[in-house]
């Protein structure tokens, strides 16, 4: 009885940690896709050469992409 009781405590606590890993991973991809317009917007203002409008935006996967701006609090 004891046995089931911790066995279900434990599934319950995999599936906690399990759902906080998915929302970390698309937290990270969302990085990811900051990061890389950030880059994009470093290299436009170091080249002096090319005007602004002659470098082309970064292109972003929107269909992977996920608008995570709230703040989950544990």
Known sequence: MAKD???KKVNKLLHRVEKHIE???D????????FDVLKAA??????????????????????NASNTSSIRKF
């Open 42 to 63: 470093v290299k436009r203002l170091k080249s002096d050469d090319a005007p602004a409008d002659a470098i082309p935006e970064p292109e972003m996967d929107l269909e």
């Open 27 to 34: 937290t990270l991809e969302d990085l990811e896709i900051e």
């Open 5 to 7: 009781r911790t066995l």
């Open 23 to 25: 929302a970390t991973r």
